[in-house]
């Protein structure tokens, strides 16, 4: 084999397949990115056996053949070659003996034969959905924070996406908090509901480049979700199971309701947050009244007090909050002004629109008068 590629696609390339690249394994050979140019085209693929990540890579073949090359080793080396536009040869014998050459850098290492390498499955299209990569990434954006990364219950590692007729549905939760969003697709599809890893979703928001024009097909398997856009496929094992009842953790019932400017609450809150340590557990107090929005947080460190003005309807109230909670969800709403719907001090609080387009959920903390 023996391939040349301008030094810039090529880094590309390896970027974008190493987020699929196993690091604890006990099979070498998933540590490795396979180089396929088999036919007309140049493909890299990293796979792990859970996700999967094949990219197309514009480059000269010069002759044909596949490697697979340890990665993290291939990606150092290229990353250090100097010039963005230079010129990179990667050529290997029948002993995989490989030696890539740019400028007058030559380096010499041992790759694995390519046969050897687990491709991604092959993944029916007859179950799919079309929408645009920003559409996707802003989804992403909005509900990935609320997973879980403890693995003890797997189903909060991951998102419930559900499609009925053109709504897309998207939920995530840890425990603590929920986030769903839902979009309006273009058109409209058979039912589907699927449990999504986190981190899947996590890589392909780093890949995709967010561009409105620019679409991604999305096809489902009982046990397989394939994204394709660009020159990229990305193939995930689904997490088994039935996802919790959303439905019934869900209330359009309150007693109070508090419309603020998202801004303003959400830097008090930061404010606040300054005198919090990392493992602090010191709740945000908010008394709500007729007068306004009362922001109270009391730690070791000191005390901090602010007001804000809001609208309120209903009974006046006081509940407690871990900050970081509330600032994660504000952070990503783009509304100017934002609506929470409350019942009393041990129920959650629900951050929504009108539409229902999302719905942010919010255990309250309990808090003692020392921290008032």
Same mark, same amino acid.
């Given at each position: 084999?023996?391939?040349?590629?301008?030094?810039?696609?090529?880094?590309?390339?390896?970027?974008?397949?190493?987020?699929?690249?196993?690091?604890?394994?006990?099979?070498?050979?998933?540590?490795?990115?396979?180089?396929?140019?088999?036919?007309?085209?140049?493909?890299?693929?990293?796979?792990?056996?859970?996700?999967?990540?094949?990219?197309?890579?514009?480059?000269?073949?010069?002759?044909?053949?596949?490697?697979?090359?340890?990665?993290?080793?291939?990606?150092?080396?290229?990353?250090?070659?100097?010039?963005?536009?230079?010129?990179?040869?990667?050529?290997?014998?029948?002993?995989?003996?490989?030696?890539?050459?740019?400028?007058?850098?030559?380096?010499?290492?041992?790759?694995?034969?390519?046969?050897?390498?687990?491709?991604?499955?092959?993944?029916?299209?007859?179950?799919?959905?079309?929408?645009?990569?920003?559409?996707?990434?802003?989804?992403?954006?909005?509900?990935?924070?609320?997973?879980?990364?403890?693995?003890?219950?797997?189903?909060?590692?991951?998102?419930?996406?559900?499609?009925?007729?053109?709504?897309?549905?998207?939920?995530?939760?840890?425990?603590?908090?929920?986030?769903?969003?839902?979009?309006?697709?273009?058109?409209?599809?058979?039912?589907?509901?699927?449990?999504?890893?986190?981190?899947?979703?996590?890589?392909?928001?780093?890949?995709?480049?967010?561009?409105?024009?620019?679409?991604?097909?999305?096809?489902?398997?009982?046990?397989?979700?394939?994204?394709?856009?660009?020159?990229?496929?990305?193939?995930?094992?689904?997490?088994?199971?039935?996802?919790?009842?959303?439905?019934?953790?869900?209330?359009?019932?309150?007693?109070?309701?508090?419309?603020?400017?998202?801004?303003?609450?959400?830097?008090?809150?930061?404010?606040?947050?300054? @005198?919090?340590?990392?493992?602090?557990?010191?709740?945000?107090? =908010? +008394? !709500? &009244?007729?007068? #306004?929005?009362? $922001?109270? @947080?009391?730690?070791?460190?000191?005390?901090?007090?602010?007001? =804000? +003005? !809001? &609208?309120?309807? #209903?009974?006046? $109230?006081?509940?407690?909050?871990?900050?970081?909670?509330?600032?994660?969800?504000?952070? !990503?709403?783009?509304?100017?002004?934002?609506?929470?719907?409350?019942?009393?001090?041990?129920?959650?609080?629900?951050?929504?629109?009108?539409?229902?387009?999302?719905?942010?959920?919010?255990?309250?903390?309990?808090?003692?008068?020392?921290?008032?």
């Amino acid at each position: 084999m023996k391939l040349s590629f301008n030094k810039d696609n090529l880094m590309n390339g390896i970027n974008i397949v190493l987020k699929a690249v196993s690091s604890k394994t006990t099979m070498p050979i998933l540590e490795c990115i396979l180089i396929d140019a088999t036919s007309n085209e140049i493909k890299l693929t990293g796979n792990d056996m859970e996700l999967g990540i094949e990219t197309k890579v514009e480059g000269m073949i010069l002759e044909r053949g596949k490697i697979a090359l340890d990665a993290k080793l291939l990606s150092d080396i290229i990353r250090k070659l100097s010039g963005d536009e230079s010129l990179i040869t990667i050529e290997s014998d029948e002993k995989f003996n490989t030696v890539i050459t740019c400028e007058k850098s030559v380096f010499k290492i041992q790759g694995k034969d390519g046969e050897e390498f687990s491709y991604i499955p092959h993944i029916e299209r007859d179950n799919y959905i079309c929408l645009s990569q920003f559409t996707l990434k802003e989804v992403i954006r909005q509900t990935l924070f609320s997973t879980s990364p403890n693995d003890s219950n797997k189903m909060m590692t991951g998102e419930l996406i559900e499609v009925n007729d053109n709504i897309l549905k998207v939920v995530s939760l840890d425990g603590h908090r929920m986030s769903i969003r839902k979009v309006i697709l273009k058109d409209q599809y058979h039912d589907i509901k699927v449990i999504v890893p986190g981190k899947t979703l996590g890589e392909i928001s780093k890949i995709l480049n967010g561009d409105n024009e620019s679409e991604v097909l999305i096809f489902f398997t009982s046990n397989h979700i394939m994204f394709e856009f660009d020159d990229t496929v990305v193939v995930s094992r689904l997490i088994e199971g039935e996802y919790f009842r959303i439905n019934q953790m869900l209330s359009s019932d309150y007693d109070t309701k508090v419309t603020v400017n998202r801004r303003e609450f959400m830097d008090s809150i930061e404010r606040a947050s300054i @005198l919090i340590r990392e493992n602090d557990k010191k709740p945000i107090i =908010i +008394n !709500i &009244t007729d007068e #306004g929005m009362e $922001l109270k @947080l009391n730690s070791a460190f000191g005390t901090m007090n602010a007001e =804000i +003005n !809001i &609208t309120k309807f #209903g009974k006046d $109230l006081m509940i407690g909050f871990n900050p970081k909670f509330l600032v994660d969800a504000l952070r !990503i709403i783009d509304d100017e002004e934002v609506t929470l719907y409350m019942m009393n001090p041990k129920s959650p609080c629900f951050i929504k629109d009108e539409e229902e387009n999302y719905i942010y959920l919010i255990l309250p903390v309990n808090f003692n008068a020392a921290s008032i």
